[in-house]
């Protein structure tokens, strides 16, 4: 295959090395509108929005994944594998479980332990551990604390599933360090093993599952300036 992609109309060399990748496109049209200058769009298809442009003189894309694994799996395989992506850093929401976590904080995510089967198409003899870029996650905590951003660093759970997780499960994964559950990280962490490519997930806790403190749809999709700051910093 080469590009365009069924999933992706852009042409070769319209979508710069480092994309970031929120779950909802609309949101990466937030990303474009506020933070770019000089912007084009490069995807509609399935209504999958993505933009290129400039950011501290920098070319930088955004695009967005869609809900769980196999969503952003297609996408930034065909950007890491088609389009000569070198870095993806997905910004997105998370819910956070670890005590001391609250509404807004950021977690970026070290590795990613997941409930889902993704990582079997390695075929690796044992089990595979997704796991973040050293260089990018480095970059993006000496951000935060330039930023005097609240963050953590640490393990992610990726999740197959959004309803229906029991309670015991969200404790046990709080219990052994797992910081915020989403459902994109694993996956992207496996594709950039897979292609030799570098990838990150810098995520904002939207929601605390376990005291069921929440916000709103329009927060998710609007705030949350502080995780874009550091991923745009990264590109």
Request: charged share 20%.
């Amino acid at each position: 295959m080469s590009a365009p992609t069924p999933h992706n109309e852009a042409k070769p060399g319209d979508i710069a090395k480092t994309v970031l990748m929120p779950g909802d496109p609309l949101r990466a049209k937030v990303v474009a509108e506020k933070f770019l200058t000089n912007v084009t769009c490069f995807n509609h298809v399935r209504g999958m929005l993505g933009y290129t442009g400039e950011y501290g003189g920098k070319r930088v894309s955004v695009m967005g994944s869609g809900m769980g694994m196999p969503s952003i799996g297609i996408y930034s395989y065909e950007l890491f594998k088609f389009y000569g992506v070198d870095n993806i850093i997905r910004i997105g929401t998370a819910g956070g479980l670890a005590s001391g976590l609250a509404l807004g904080d950021i977690v970026i995510g070290m590795s990613a332990c997941t409930n889902s089967n993704y990582p079997s198409m390695l075929e690796f003899p044992g089990t595979f551990a997704p796991t973040a870029d050293y260089g990018l996650l480095r970059k993006a905590v000496d951000c935060c604390e330039r930023e005097g951003f609240r963050y953590k660093v640490g393990s992610l759970f990726s999740s197959d599933t959004f309803y229906g997780e029991p309670a015991s499960m969200m404790a046990k994964l709080r219990d052994t360090g797992v910081l915020a559950v989403e459902m994109e990280a694993a996956a992207l962490f496996v594709n950039a093993a897979a292609t030799g490519k570098h990838a990150l997930a810098v995520v904002t806790v939207s929601d605390l599952p376990i005291t069921g403190e929440t916000t709103t749809s329009d927060e998710r999709q609007n705030a949350f300036t502080n995780m874009m700051k550091v991923a745009l910093e990264l590109a």
